[in-house]
């Protein structure tokens, strides 16, 4: 099949295959005879798209019905371009790598974190494999077992840039973009996790009691991460929760119910 030429969508085919046209479709779009915005694009150039079409898959998820139906689909498509947009820019890059790359990454990731489902013996991997906190616990583990080999690697290649593990780096590998709500859940639950969140909580009292606390709001941060802690508790995301209201909100105040 060409790049151009479109599949009959009435033939049956495994779940899975329309991922293979889009593959066709996205290089076709970056091909020299195809389109001309698409070849001045780079990995700089796509970020604010990245950014822009997660803000509107979440958008949907936040306020389902004050969308129409298939309207997450829609979006998620939007949002898969990008991903296989930045794939194919990875091609020309130095060493090249390209979409399979980013699906053996998930695939081996998934495989090595969840060795409850794919393990060379999935039965003995967790006491109850119906219970979430194990579950989350052993993510948790093989991901700190990841970075330790990270760090191994590093010092045997002779990278001074290795920087020994924290004891309780519970705040390492967050992205410093993510909003504070949001971080502070990953944190709780990182905490949480290692037995640890007593000692969190007691380093926030300290934080929030030193003497410029009144200058940044320290009694209201504290506060809020009490919330975080509650929400935490119960599984859920203090960010979306706030993030849904408000969007379901505005929708009231449109509507005019909210008078």
């Not at 290692?194 to 909580?201: D, F, V």
């Amino acid at each position: 099949m060409s790049t151009a030429q479109r599949p009959d969508p009435t033939d049956p085919a495994p779940r899975g295959s329309a991922l293979l046209r889009a593959v066709e479709v996205m290089e076709a779009l970056r091909a020299p005879r195809g389109d001309a915005w698409t070849h001045r694009q780079t990995h700089a150039s796509l970020a604010r798209y990245l950014l822009e079409e997660t803000h509107e898959v979440l958008e949907v998820i936040d306020d389902p019905s004050g969308h129409g139906h298939g309207a997450l689909p829609d979006e998620l498509g939007d949002l898969l371009f990008q991903i296989l947009f930045h794939a194919r820019v990875g091609q020309e890059e130095e060493p090249a790598w390209d979409v399979d790359d980013v699906a053996r990454s998930f695939v081996a990731k998934m495989e090595r974190r969840n060795p409850h489902v794919f393990g060379d013996a999935p039965e003995q991997a967790l006491e109850d494999p119906a219970d979430v906190e194990q579950i989350i616990a052993q993510w948790h583990a093989v991901k700190a077992q990841e970075k330790q080999r990270e760090q191994q690697d590093q010092q045997e290649q002779g990278s001074s840039g290795a920087a020994p593990t924290r004891p309780r780096g519970w705040a390492e590998g967050i992205p410093a973009e993510l909003p504070a709500l949001q971080t502070a859940a990953k944190i709780v639950h990182r905490a949480r996790s290692a037995g640890g969140l007593e000692q969190l909580l007691a380093a926030a009292d300290a934080a929030a009691s030193a003497e410029d606390a009144g200058d940044w709001g320290g009694d209201l941060g504290r506060a809020l991460l009490d919330l975080v802690v509650a929400a935490e508790g119960r599984d859920d995301d203090p960010e979306t929760a706030l993030r849904a209201l408000l969007a379901r909100t505005v929708r009231e105040l449109e509507q005019g119910t909210g008078a």
